[in-house]
């Protein structure tokens, strides 16, 4: 597997860990239809949270964040309609970025941030 894909996974893993450790309760993880994916959905409380995951070993290109630029977001904003389209929910959803720090030499750092943009 390449590096850019283990990082991502384990990015990924420790997300649905910081999540759950927030009270929040995981729907689904890595949900895709067709070219579109979430990679993480979840409950928080009862609000629909559709949470992007960003990992990086090296700030060479910025934060983790900012990658979750205004292409990213449109695409999650129709993967969001999409599913809940599907599952028939009716009520308060949100968009959140986990923005994770994987500094090899040291413990991963989690930046949670709620409501992080939304869709126009």
Known sequence: M?????????GEAEACRFVNEIGYTILEVNWR?????VDIIAMDKDVLVFIEVKTRKSLLYGQPYEAVDYRKQQKLNRAANLYISYKKHQGDIRFDIISIFSDPAKKMKVEHIKDAFWPE
């Open 33 to 37: 239809y067709k070219h579109l994916e």
């Open 2 to 10: 390449s590096i850019h894909l283990e990082t991502g996974r384990s």
